[in-house]
């Protein structure tokens, strides 16, 4: 492709740069990403973005931020994917601590607007290395930020409290899923069962399989209706 003149545009080497990550070749794509921005023009933000999250993968992490610098010389603006695959990564070498600095940065500098994926990038960084307590900060202050949770953000943050014996809030938090007809799943019942379980608060664990058949049950029928529906 380098040979062929003209040269194809950015997009078809993207093509062929994601085809190797879906087989999981990173070194691959890293090494020709490098080639690419030596030999030629035809890169976007998106193959820098391929390039990162296969550091990512790798656990290259501070290669992955040399890309981000290349990205800014020359003169592309990181969007949301970047940033979020680079929190990823550094919550995937447990560098928690940088982490969390790389995500207040981006929030002070307004450098962009995390989605619900960054939120829950960095919640689940936060709850995986027991910081419950700044994670459900984190989850109340993503309202602020006209950023709603969703079914993960919730599954993530319940989890959390109960491995951490905080059953009552886990509760409440439950409750608010509900509150906001979010469809809860198993991921979103079974660590309470668990703990309720634990503390032989059987009362209470029959009313939640109950309501946890009942939503299944539920789910089930408005995934039916909808592709019914698309048909």
């Not at 992955?64 to 003169?75: D, E, H, M, Q, V």
């Not at 689940?124 to 079914?151: Q, V, Y």
């Not at 886990?170 to 509150?179: F, K, P, Q």
Request: aromatic share 10%; proline share 3%; with cysteine.
């Amino acid at each position: 492709m380098l040979k062929m003149q003209p040269l194809p545009c950015h997009f078809h080497f993207n093509q062929l740069l994601t085809s190797l990550v879906k087989v999981k070749q990173y070194a691959v794509v890293v090494s020709l990403v490098t080639d690419l921005c030596a030999l030629s023009n035809r890169v976007s933000i998106i193959t820098f973005n391929i390039a990162i999250n296969c550091c990512c993968h790798s656990y290259w992490v501070d290669y992955a931020f040399l890309l981000l610098a290349s990205t800014f010389k020359r003169g592309f603006v990181p969007d949301v994917a970047t940033y979020t695959t680079l929190i990823r990564g550094l919550v995937s070498q447990h560098k928690s601590a940088e982490a969390r600095l790389f995500f207040k940065n981006l929030i002070k500098f307004r450098q962009v607007q995390p989605n619900v994926v960054t939120f829950n990038t960095m919640i689940n960084g936060l709850c995986k290395t027991g910081h419950t307590d700044i994670a459900l900060w984190l989850f109340r202050f993503m309202e602020k930020c006209h950023c709603a949770p969703d079914s993960i953000t919730y599954n993530t943050v319940i989890d959390s409290l109960c491995k951490g014996g905080l059953v009552d809030d886990a509760l409440n938090l439950h409750s608010e899923v509900r509150e906001k007809r979010i469809l809860p799943d198993v991921g979103t019942y079974s660590p309470i069962i668990q703990v309720l379980c634990s503390l032989k608060r059987w009362e209470e664990v029959g009313l939640l399989l109950n309501q946890m058949i009942n939503d299944m049950i539920y789910n089930r029928q408005h995934t039916v209706a909808w592709a019914v529906s698309a048909r």
